[in-house]
Every structure is written in structure tokens, then in C-alpha cells.
């Protein structure tokens, strides 16, 4: 397997999804719709994860 770049997505994406969750749970009415939460991850400058480089392969000197 060269990466997991589709994991790594899927669990950025959960991430989000749950810290929009528990955001939302601090009143009776929402806080952040998907909008807002987006504007404020922007506003936050946070990074989408991201692979740099492929794990090396190694030998084994058998």
C-alpha cells in the first residue's frame, strides 16, 4: 500500500463532523451551521491533513 490519503480523508471529515456535534451542544439552539463551521475553520487556518511523502520501501537481507 503506498498511503492511506483515503483514511487519513475519511477520518478529517469524522473530525469535523463530531467537532460540529459538540459545538453545536453547547445551547438549546445551534450554534454553527455547516456554513458558519466552515468559515470558522477557515478563519482558524486549519490545514487539510495530507500525506508528504511515501512510506520507503525497505529489504530485508535474507
Known amino acids: 500500500m503506498a498511503g492511506n490519503s483515503k483514511a487519513l480523508g475519511s477520518f478529517f471529515y469524522w473530525a469535523k463532523v463530531n467537532l460540529l456535534k459538540w459545538l453545536n451542544r453547547r445551547s438549546q439552539r445551534k450554534s454553527y451551521t455547516w456554513q458558519a463551521f466552515n468559515d470558522l ?17 525497505f529489504r530485508l537481507g535474507f
Not at 475553520?41 to 520501501?57: F, G, V
Open 41 to 57: 475553520i477557515k478563519h482558524l487556518n486549519l490545514a487539510k491533513p495530507r500525506i508528504i511523502r511515501r512510506p520507503t520501501q
